[in-house]
Nanobody, 123 residues
Framework: QVQLVESGGGLVQAGGSLRLSCAAS????????MGWFRQYPGKEREFVAA????????YYAEHAKGRFTISRDSAKNTVYLQMNGLKPEDTAVYYC????????????????WGRGTQVTVSS
């Protein structure tokens, strides 16, 4: 069973930075992509960024472009989300997700999910 463990969340002031990590374990096959999502209380999860494992193509939501950078370390089965210029509206629980089959990362359904890490940005 694939397990995804996020880390790196925390409390930061507006304008600050955080780097989230997502480590995958238990995988006995190659997956296609990993993504980051966030969820506000009472709201559905929304797409933040994704990256394909092979070519490393990144995808970003509009609110993340220019501020967030997604990257991956294939040797470590780990994906990172560098978040700069954080704003109070970025406060949410951030989840990573893994997709096995080919698709369009911002819109495809993901097969495995982590438990999330809280990001809080104070004004």
């Amino acid at each position: 069973q694939v397990q995804l463990v996020e880390s790196g969340g925390g409390l930061v002031q507006a304008g600050g930075s955080l780097r989230l990590s997502c480590a995958a374990s238990g995988r006995t096959f190659s997956s296609y992509a990993m993504g980051w999502f966030r969820q506000y209380p009472g709201k559905e999860r929304e797409f933040v960024a994704a990256i394909t494992w092979g070519p490393g193509n990144p995808y970003y939501a509009e609110h993340a472009k220019g501020r967030f950078t997604i990257s991956r370390d294939s040797a470590k089965n780990t994906v990172y989300l560098q978040m700069n210029g954080l704003k109070p509206e970025d406060t949410a629980v951030y989840y990573c997700a893994d997709r096995v089959g080919v698709g369009y990362p911002p819109y495809m359904e993901y097969d495995y999910w982590g438990r999330g890490t809280q990001v809080t940005v104070s004004s």
